[in-house]
């Protein structure tokens, strides 16, 4: 019999305060987290142009919004510790506003659809993202609870003395997450469960055996007494039953009539009767006059029934089943910071916060550990013409943990299967200590299996060349298997030149086949596996054409995208199918938007021009980019063009041209 949540929640507190203290150890360490900047982006759209706002330095050390993909325990390591060289000072005690709208659905399976011409997908989770919410929900609430302690516990760290957090929750497990925090922001820093009415009761469900739920909570909390608050006002329905404003002065002026006057001195009412505010009633009652027109509103409680979800046919509606409208983070945002106010959202979503913070003049950082959350926020920052911004990643995923179930207990082991899976055979122990190498025999090649909880990357192809020539007396090729990758991996394997390197995707769906000895047994057994390569983008020959003498025109065209295998992209059998048609057929319908730096720095890329699929203002078709490009640059000598696409399941490719 399992024990109950009551029993379990010492427990869960006392294990999340030693990982927050060894976290908050580790900030001082040489291997701290740091974020990795894979872009600067410059919100110009092909309608509008190559980029022409000041162009900000990515070395400065003046701020930028920031919106990061990765697990928001890293994320919020990395903004703790800070990278001085990067021009991020560290941010603990600099945030003055947290909010947060974690998932509380234990039954989500987390899928995003996607539309292709002619065809719908269902995207499964990421290998990563199928780590965390199975670890989430392993235990149901407890391991819900357990995920979230620590991140709350970091959320305090990060915020300013007059900070506040505000935590969305819904009734799944509301009521224990609020114990969570009263331990870490301290029983007497509540200020409000907010109700918020979410939802309406849809039909006349006579079988129902309860009430609709249609409503959440979210819960204020702050840092210390000593807050920014500004209370907010809502207009005055003059249509309401309790409108109060129902009489008119000789001008016409609207106004209430307000009693007792018992809250007043003596001193304010002579003043009011001078004033003419007092109204004498006939049985020799005073009231005051509040005239309609210099009344702020109705001051806001913590019923919120007036703001609307978001609709089927919303204007602001992107189709993300969590989005939340956006006049829920104006009166959170205009309630609880000032401009210029640094705001937070680590389980940002479809990017509601950034947006309104944004609008707001308000400075941001958000963080999600999805793929195609992060590429809708980044498409939404820029339709509404953002601030330039860092999309940024973890630069090293690496976690102390990793937990795949009861059959794999540690990352070798999971990858000593991986090596069997692929024809290789392991090193012995004693000769690889990290099981992660094997051999194929007949063909003198080294395999190596990259970590799931990693991104691949420049230094791990490096470490697989060194291998080939030091391991064992040295050998003719050596492969790379890898999970997940940096967004430059293209441009890394470029660099290296080695056709003796082979870099090759482990199928994301691998782990859901892995998950008993007998499913693991058949697979080795028929060795149904296929590793495929890396996708790529390729270009037509780019054109230069003098203008001036002191400018020129380069017209750059896309060519192909070439995704080998659908069988690296986690989807139904099905829906792989479908995918197959569309790489025969349409290959660059896959792109979701690609981007120009016509002046690549070789460290950091700047899109200084765009396009993106649902773009139809250069022309009518949501489910392509244009493929051409025509830029007029100022003349340069060695101009090197970055041009980098991402695909609709997240995937990167970058292509460089020297003119």
């Not at 291998?467 to 298997?481: E, P, Q």
Request: with cysteine; aromatic share 10%; net charge neutral.
């Amino acid at each position: 019999m399992k024990n109950s949540l009551i029993y379990e929640l010492p427990k869960i507190v006392d294990e999340g305060k030693r990982e927050v203290e060894k976290i908050l150890e580790r900030l001082s360490s040489q291997n701290k987290l740091g974020l990795q900047t894979n872009e600067l982006v410059l919100p110009a759209k092909d309608s509008a142009g190559l980029f022409s706002g000041q162009m900000p330095n990515a070395d400065e050390k003046e701020w930028m919004n920031r919106l990061v993909y990765g697990d928001n325990l890293l994320v919020m390591q990395a903004l703790l510790a800070g990278d001085p060289e990067s021009g991020l000072p560290s941010m603990r005690g600099k945030i003055d506003l947290i909010y947060i709208d974690p998932p509380f659905d234990s039954k989500a399976d987390y899928r995003t659809k996607v539309t292709l011409p002619g065809v719908n997908l269902e995207q499964k989770p990421t290998v990563i993202e199928q780590f965390a919410y199975a670890d989430t929900w392993k235990d149901g609430t407890v391991s819900y609870l357990k995920m979230l302690y620590p991140r709350l516990a970091l959320m305090k760290e990060l915020l300013s003395d007059k900070g506040s957090i505000y935590v969305h929750i819904d009734w799944h497990v509301g009521h224990y997450v609020k114990i969570l925090l009263d331990e870490i922001f301290g029983k007497n820093n509540f200020r409000n469960e907010i109700t918020w009415k979410s939802g309406v009761v849809k039909g006349a469900k006579t079988t129902s055996d309860k009430y609709g739920r249609v409503t959440d909570s979210i819960f204020f909390y702050t840092k210390s007494d000593d807050y920014f608050f500004k209370t907010p006002f809502k207009p005055i329905d003059l249509n309401s039953p309790n409108n109060k404003f129902i009489h008119r002065d000789k001008d016409g002026r609207l106004y209430s009539r307000d009693n007792p006057l018992g809250d007043y001195s003596q001193e304010s009412i002579d003043k009011f009767e001078k004033e003419g505010r007092i109204y004498h009633t006939k049985n020799g009652k005073k009231q005051l006059i509040r005239y309609y027109d210099e009344v702020k509103g109705i001051a806001v409680g913590n019923l919120w029934d007036d703001i609307n979800f978001i609709n089927q046919v919303a204007d602001e509606r992107l189709d993300y089943n969590t989005q939340k409208p956006e006049k829920l983070l104006e009166r959170i945002i205009e309630a609880s910071s000032q401009e210029n106010s640094v705001i937070a959202d680590f389980f940002a979503g479809s990017g509601t916060t950034g947006a309104v913070a944004e609008k707001l003049n308000r400075k941001w950082v958000m963080s999600d550990l999805g793929k195609p959350a992060s590429l809708v926020m980044r498409k939404r920052l820029i339709d509404q013409n953002a601030k330039p911004f860092f999309y940024q990643s973890i630069g090293d995923y690496q976690k102390e943990t990793f937990a795949s179930g009861k059959l794999f207990r540690r990352v070798g082991d999971l990858a000593n299967v991986v090596l069997q899976l692929f024809g290789a055979i392991p090193f012995t122990d004693d000769q690889n200590p990290n099981r992660n190498i094997g051999y194929i025999k007949e063909s003198r090649t080294l395999v190596l299996v990259d970590s799931p909880s990693k991104l691949t990357g420049l230094s791990t192809l490096k470490r697989a060349q060194e291998l080939k020539i030091s391991f064992m007396g040295g050998w003719n090729k050596v492969v790379v298997l890898g999970w997940n990758f940096t967004f430059d991996i293209t441009e890394a394997i470029q660099s290296l030149s080695d056709k003796d390197l082979e870099v090759l995707v482990i199928p994301p769906d691998l782990l859901d086949k892995l998950k008993t000895k007998a499913s693991y047994k058949d697979l080795i057994e028929k060795r149904k596996i296929r590793f495929s390569s890396l996708q790529y983008l390729s270009l037509k020959p780019v054109a230069k054409e003098n203008i001036s003498e002191s400018e020129e025109k380069l017209e750059i065209e896309l060519d192909n995208y070439v995704l080998l295998s659908p069988d690296n992209i986690p989807l139904d059998d099905k829906d792989k199918e479908k995918l197959r048609d569309i790489i025969a057929k349409d290959p660059l319908s896959l792109i979701e938007y690609w981007s120009i730096d016509p002046d690549y720095d070789g460290v950091t890329f700047r899109s200084r021009w765009q396009d993106y699929r649902g773009n139809t203002e250069n022309d009518s078709d949501s489910l392509h980019v244009i493929r051409k490009a025509q830029l007029t640059v100022p003349k340069v000598q060695n101009r090197k063009v970055c041009i980098k696409a991402v695909d609709v399941f997240g995937f990167e490719s970058i292509v460089l041209e020297n003119l």
